[in-house]
């Protein structure tokens, strides 16, 4: 079992900047890919971003080139704590969303069914 806690929302206005955090706990999360998606009002869910716990691979959706990194804590350092970050430059009103984290054991990509552990959600809203 892998929990997830997200952190970070809040209101922003279009054009600055937010990061969300999201901590794992539970289950050594060494094969484990993280990742964020989002799901805007009245929209389905979509994929933002992943990276590998180990390797720091990294995977974007379509939905924000360019705009948002994903990272992770330095796995090699012994204090590194089981966080991922989402760092969201220059934000634009359609940003707007909740945004979930995601665990994925062995898979970097983005399909949702393939993520077993999911956090309750972080809402993000970005004023215009």
């Known amino acids: 079992q892998v929990q997830l806690i997200e952190s970070g929302g809040g209101l922003v206005q279009a054009g600055d900047s937010l990061r969300l955090s999201c901590v794992a706990s539970g289950r050594t999360i060494s094969t484990y890919t993280l990742g964020w998606f989002r799901r805007p009002p009245g929209k389905e869910r979509e994929f933002v971003a992943a990276i590998t716990w180990s390797g720091g691979n990294t995977m974007y959706g379509n939905s924000v080139p360019g705009r948002f990194t994903i990272s992770r804590d330095d796995a090699s350092r012994a204090d590194a704590k089981n966080t991922v970050y989402l760092q969201m430059n220059s934000p634009k009103p359609e940003d707007t969303a909740v945004y979930y984290c995601?665990?994925?054991?062995?898979?970097?990509?983005?399909?949702?069914?393939?993520?077993?552990?999911w956090g309750q959600g972080t809402q993000v809203t970005v004023s215009s």
């Open positions: 995601a665990a994925a054991k062995e898979y970097l990509g983005i399909r949702p069914a393939a993520y077993d552990y």
